[in-house]
C-alpha cells in the first residue's frame, strides 16, 4: 500500500469524501441515541468518536493538496465503499497502512478501522501527518518463497484444519497469525481487506498468513450476517492460489480490476451436515 502513482486531478477523491460525510451525517442521525442501538441484534458494533466529521474533513483536505493516490483505482475502491455505506459504523480491520488510510477511516465514521503494518519505519512515517489514524505494526512468520510448501503441507497440520482451526496462539499452523494486537482478536470484524503485508519477493511475508487468518476469522464469528473480505492483488499467483483455497470461490461475489470481494458466513450458521472438517471449501 506504500507505492502511489502521481495523478493531476484530485476530484474523485473530493466526491467520494463528500458522499463519506454525507452517509456519516445519515448514519450518526440514525444511531443518535445509545438506547436506540442493540449490538446484540445488529451486524456492526457502534464504538465511540468523539468528532467524526473532523476525520473526514482532514481526509477530504489530504487529497484534495496531495499528488499521490491509493494503490487501488476508484473502481476497486468503490467496492469496499458501498459495503462500508451499508455496514458503517462497524469493525473494519486492515492489513495495510497508506496514503489511503485515511480515506478508509474516514469512510467508517464511528466505527473502528484498525491498520496492520509490518514496517515500523512507515507506521511512523504515515502516522506523523495523521495521529488520528489507529494503527499497530506486526510481524509475520512466513517468507513468499515458503507459499508452495505451506499450501501443500498445510493439511498435515491438525490446527490449520478447518474443524479445529483457530488463530489466538495456535503457533503449530504456521499461517495463524498469533502475534497480533488483543483487539484484534477480541473482536469480530465485519470487514477485512488484504492488502499487505508485501507479496513481491522472495524474502517477503507475503499474505498466506493474512489470508488464512482472514479465512479463520470469518468463519469462527458468532455474531449475525457474513464477514467481507477484500483481497488486492489477486493477479498475482500466491493471492489467487491462497485465495481458492481457504477465502473459497463459492464465496467470491464480486471481482474488480485486482480486487477479489468474499462474502464468507459464520460456520455457526451453517448447517453442520455440509461442513468439512478437512476442506475450507
Known amino acids: 500500500m506504500k507505492y502511489r502513482n502521481l495523478i493531476p486531478e484530485k476530484l474523485w477523491f473530493i466526491l467520494?469524501?463528500?458522499?463519506?460525510?454525507?452517509?456519516?451525517?445519515?448514519?450518526?442521525?440514525?444511531?443518535?441515541?445509545?438506547?436506540?442501538?442493540?449490538?446484540?441484534?445488529?451486524?456492526?458494533?457502534?464504538?465511540?468518536?468523539?468528532?467524526?466529521?473532523?476525520?473526514?474533513?482532514?481526509?477530504?483536505?489530504?487529497?484534495?493538496?496531495?499528488?499521490t493516490r491509493p494503490q487501488q483505482s476508484k473502481q476497486e475502491?468503490?467496492?469496499?465503499?458501498?459495503?462500508?455505506?451499508?455496514?458503517?459504523?462497524?469493525?473494519?480491520?486492515?492489513?495495510?497502512l497508506g496514503?489511503?488510510?485515511?480515506?478508509?477511516?474516514?469512510?467508517?465514521?464511528?466505527g473502528t478501522t484498525l491498520f496492520l503494518e509490518e514496517d515500523p519505519e512507515w507506521v511512523q512515517t504515515v502516522l506523523k501527518d495523521a495521529s488520528f489514524l489507529h494503527a499497530h505494526?506486526?510481524?509475520?512468520?512466513?517468507?513468499?518463497?515458503?507459499?508452495?510448501?505451506?499450501?501443500?503441507?498445510?493439511?498435515?497440520?491438525?490446527?490449520?484444519?478447518?474443524?479445529?482451526?483457530?488463530v489466538n496462539g495456535n503457533t503449530g499452523c504456521k499461517l495463524a497469525l498469533t502475534n497480533l494486537p488483543d483487539e484484534v482478536y477480541d473482536k469480530e470484524w465485519d470487514l477485512i481487506m488484504i492488502d499487505a503485508p508485501k507479496g513481491y519477493f522472495p524474502e517477503a511475508p507475503g499474505r498466506m498468513g493474512a489470508i488464512?487468518?482472514?479465512?479463520?476469522?470469518?468463519?469462527?464469528?458468532?455474531?449475525?450476517g457474513v464477514t467481507h473480505v477484500f483481497l488486492h492483488d489477486v493477479n498475482r499467483k500466491v493471492e489467487k492460489m491462497?485465495?481458492?483455497?481457504?477465502?473459497?470461490?463459492?464465496y467470491l461475489v464480486k471481482s474488480v480490476g485486482r480486487l477479489w470481494h468474499f462474502e464468507i458466513p459464520s460456520m455457526a450458521n451453517v448447517s453442520s451436515s455440509v461442513i468439512s472438517q478437512k476442506s475450507f471449501c
Request: proline letters at 4%; aromatic letters at 12%.
Open 212 to 224: 488464512w487468518t482472514a479465512a479463520v476469522m470469518a468463519r469462527n464469528r458468532k455474531g449475525p
Open 137 to 166: 505494526t506486526v510481524t509475520y512468520r512466513t517468507e513468499l518463497h515458503e507459499a508452495d510448501d505451506l499450501i501443500k503441507s498445510y493439511r498435515n497440520v491438525p490446527s490449520c484444519l478447518p474443524g479445529n482451526a483457530y
Open 77 to 96: 475502491i468503490t467496492v469496499s465503499f458501498d459495503i462500508l455505506k451499508l455496514l458503517s459504523p462497524c469493525n473494519f480491520l486492515v492489513f495495510g
Open 242 to 250: 491462497f485465495a481458492m483455497e481457504f477465502l473459497c470461490e463459492k
Open 16 to 67: 467520494l469524501g463528500l458522499v463519506g460525510i454525507i452517509a456519516g451525517s445519515i448514519i450518526i442521525t440514525t444511531f443518535n441515541s445509545s438506547s436506540t442501538y442493540n449490538s446484540s441484534s445488529n451486524v456492526c458494533t457502534r464504538v465511540v468518536d468523539s468528532n467524526p466529521t473532523i476525520n473526514q474533513l482532514n481526509a477530504i483536505l489530504h487529497y484534495a493538496t496531495s499528488k
Open 99 to 110: 496514503f489511503d488510510s485515511q480515506m478508509w477511516a474516514a469512510f467508517n465514521p464511528r
